[in-house]
T-cell receptor, first 116, second 113 residues
């Protein structure tokens, strides 16, 4: 099946710094990629939807200036958490949707962000 | 409002036993329903995908059922194994291919020896 990778798988950073998370679709092209955040024992919460070559669409309550999303190609999207704070510590999961067919959506393995 | 409700919230069963997880949804119009398994600290992995015309679909020891009339689905796990311990998430997609997925909160299953 299709594979979505994320890098890094975990990261620890100091408060005030920025962190970039990469999401790649390894064997298919994804016009649309999604970024989710998941807190402990909670379900996935959609943060934003990004379409290749255009600006991301953010869900209500998600600060676009804090969570910068770039979808530069059909296989790569990045999420940058700017000026991170401890409350940004969470599990970030990306998902990529196929361009054609069933519009199947595949999830990455997630990135654990800890801000100290 | 499109919603997906799962029950129970958590479940503990003995290894080797069977269990059934429930999912009720209000998403309409409806395209497909998916069950995902999410291990702690990992991304969700698809178990089954069912369209509105399908009633049952199996994947090994996992069997999903769907009643599109009552908007209910279930995931049955037979002969549970310790490795089945995970969160099981029911996810529904609306009719349009561009419709965002609607996630349930998941059922946390613990299989104990």
């Amino acid at each position: 099946g299709a594979v979505v990778s994320q890098h890094p798988s975990w990261v620890i950073c100091k408060s005030g710094t920025s962190v970039k998370i990469e999401c790649r679709s390894l064997d298919f092209q994804a016009t649309t990629m999604f970024w989710y955040r998941q807190f402990p024992k909670q379900s996935l919460m959609l943060m934003a939807t990004s379409n290749e070559g255009s600006k991301a669409t953010y869900e209500q309550g998600v600060e676009k200036d804090k969570f910068l999303i770039n979808h530069a190609s059909l296989t790569l999207s990045t999420l940058t958490v700017t000026s991170a704070h401890p409350e940004d510590s969470s599990f970030y999961i990306c998902s990529a949707r196929e361009r054609t067919g069933f519009y199947e959506q595949y999830f990455g393995p997630g990135t654990r962000l800890t801000v100290t | 409002k499109n919603q997906v409700e799962q029950s129970p919230q958590s479940l503990i069963i003995l290894e080797g036993k069977n269990c059934t997880l429930q999912c009720n949804y209000t998403v309409s119009p409806f395209s497909n329903l998916r069950w995902y398994k999410q291990d702690t600290g990992r991304g969700p992995v698809s178990l089954t995908i069912m369209t509105f015309s399908e009633n049952t679909k199996s994947n090994g020891r996992y069997t999903a059922t769907l009643d599109a009339d009552t908007k209910q689905s279930s995931l049955h796990i037979t002969a549970s194994q310790l490795s089945d311990s995970a969160s099981y998430i029911c996810v529904v997609r609306g009719f349009s291919g561009n419709t965002p997925l609607v996630f349930g909160k998941g059922t946390r299953l613990s299989v104990i020896a």
